[in-house]
């Protein structure tokens, strides 16, 4: 389905503000400013900033981090209910794990068109993904995109300058002007597409 833009939801807002001034600690403690929260039905679950730098440890990503907490609260299956919010686009890394754990909804503000698990890879909009492995992957999930970018930028930019400027001129993360964009999840699986799968693939 093609991304369509509609107006913010209210409780999107608050938890994204919430997820950016969570980014801004995590410049306080020595570390990027990375930081995700998992809601359920608009109550915080789970929340974490990166501490790839304090532990030494290049898989220490929020999302990641947060992921974990999530399941072991609510367990997987609740959390095809959930929504993961994160400053920047998930990485393939993370948007991996996000599948994986069958979330049912990303937000994000700031786009990731080098690394992300969206723009870049389709990691978490794959569905043949989910028509191959049902049992693990889930359905796609609904992604919202641009979400408060210009303020989650603006943590960056006050974290180190230089190092913004950098990033931007490098095209690593997308330019400010861009929209707020949500993705609604094209289909769930279904037995036929996956032996329909099956069968095309040889298997």
């Known amino acids: 389905m ?17 997820c950016i001034e969570l980014s801004r600690s995590a410049t306080r403690e ?13 109550m915080v679950v789970a929340e974490a900033i990166n501490t790839a730098v ?8 929020a999302e990641v981090i947060a992921l974990s907490q999530a399941q072991k609260t609510l367990g ?14 998930p990485c393939a890394m993370c948007s991996f794990c996000v599948r994986e754990a069958q979330v049912g909804r990303v937000v994000y503000a700031i786009g990731s068109p080098v690394m ?24 796609v999930p ?3 995109s641009g979400l408060l970018h210009q303020e989650a930028e603006q ?24 929209p707020v964009v949500r993705v609604e999840p094209s289909r769930g699986w279904s037995l036929w597409r996956y032996l329909r799968g099956l069968l095309t693939s040889g298997a």
């Open 2 to 18: 093609a991304p369509t833009l509609k107006a913010a939801d209210p409780i999107d807002l608050a938890m994204m503000r919430r």
């Open 76 to 89: 997987r299956k609740r959390l095809r209910r959930a929504t993961l919010y994160t400053n920047v686009e």
């Open 54 to 61: 304090r532990d030494g440890d290049v898989s220490r990503h």
């Open 30 to 42: 020595g570390e990027y400013p990375f930081a995700t929260i998992i809601t359920l039905d608009g």
């Open 155 to 178: 943590v960056w930019r006050e974290w180190n300058p230089i190092a913004w400027h950098m990033i931007k001129r490098l095209g690593f993360m997308t330019d400010p002007a861009a």
């Open 142 to 144: 609904e992604v919202v």
């Open 116 to 139: 992300g698990g969206s723009s870049k890879w389709n990691i978490l909009r794959d569905e043949d993904m989910t028509d191959r492995l049902p049992q693990i992957f889930g359905a």
